[in-house]
Structures are given as C-alpha cells and as structure tokens.
C-alpha cells in the first residue's frame, strides 16, 4: 500500500463524474488499499478515488470513530451499523466499509444541517443540510451487492463521498463555509 496525493479544491479532477467499476482487479484492489491508508494517515472518516485523482466509483468511509484505527485490515463489508435507541450514544462498533459502485436508493424526508469537512478542502468546515438517512446500495470487494441504511455520521458520510463521484464537493452545496481556527 502507499500513500497517494490527496488533490485539493481548485483541481478540475474533483469536478468530474467518474466512471463505473466494470471489474474488481487488482488495480482497484490496489487503490482501496491505498485509498484506507490515505484516509487514516489524514485522520479522515471517508475517501473517494476522484480524490486521489482516479475517476472510479469506489468510495471508502469508517464511521467508528473520526480517528479510525490504522491497524485494522480493510474489510469489504462490515456489521450493520446499531440502530441507535433515542439519543443514546451509540456502541462503538466498527462502521467501516468500502462501497464500489455506490448508490443512494433511499432518503429520509428529514433532514439534518450540520458540520462536514472534506481532505479536498483543508482548513474549512462548512454547514451542509443532508438527509438524516440514506439507503445505498453498492457492490462489495466480491463484487457482490448489499445494501445498508446509515444515519448520523454514516448517512453524511455516505452523502458526501458519493458526491464526490459525481463531481459535487460540500463546498458547492453548503449553506456556509468558514475556517477552521477561527482563534
Ligand atoms: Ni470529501
């Protein structure tokens, strides 16, 4: 595995959509494994390939926690994440998957504005209305179909990223940006 250059906002690349994965090989095997370890040496929750400059639907996202654990070895398809009784703050279980081919098949009425940051977009944060859940359906590192509902930080996550295969950064869509260290 080995670190790739994560393009930064400005890059043409991040505005384009990018193609479907035809076949799992080990070229693609080869970018999610570097696409994890990008993400977990930037302390990221997700990543897209256009990201990284490869304009395939190929999105990796954990969701456990925002540090992740670079430890783990990447999994084609985790535990469905808890659905969380009230407010209660949920278990930390894994929520850790790479999704090929990702769509979204289903989205709350409800919505919910809140913080997200993006690797493209270093030292800014912005507020962005995403629905509050979403149902996507991706193919796993088999090639094999699932599906899996997110909210919270997963349903953003998932939001977001699959954005970022059809060009669109939180950038273009949030109601307000701002620096981060506003100190
Ligand atoms: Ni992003």
Redesign the pocket.
């Known amino acids: 595995m080995a670190l790739r250059k994560v393009l930064i906002e400005g890059d043409p690349l991040l505005h384009k959509a990018s193609r479907e994965v035809l076949e799992i090989t080990d070229r693609i095997r080869a970018l999610v494994g570097d696409m994890w370890e990008t993400m977990y040496a930037a302390n990221g929750v997700?990543l897209?390939a256009p990201?990284v400059g490869v304009l395939r639907r190929v999105v990796v996202i954990d969701a456990t926690k925002p540090e992740g654990d670079p430890e783990d070895e990447p999994t084609g398809l985790a535990d469905p994440p808890p659905r969380a009784g009230g407010d209660a703050a949920p278990a930390p279980e894994i929520i850790k998957y790479v999704l090929i081919n990702p769509e979204i098949i289903e989205v709350s009425e409800e919505t919910v504005s809140a913080k997200e940051g993006?690797?493209?977009?270093p030292g800014m944060v912005g507020i962005v209305e995403r629905p509050a859940r979403v149902k996507v359906r991706a193919l796993d590192m088999s090639g094999e179909p699932f599906e899996i509902e997110g909210e919270g930080l997963l349903a953003k996550a998932l939001s977001?990223?699959i954005d970022?295969l059809d060009g669109i950064?939180?950038t273009d869509i949030a109601e307000s940006v701002e620096e981060v260290n506003a100190e």
């Not at 993006?118 to 977009?121: E, Q, T």
């Open positions: 997700g897209a990201q993006c690797l493209s977009v977001h990223e970022h950064l939180y």
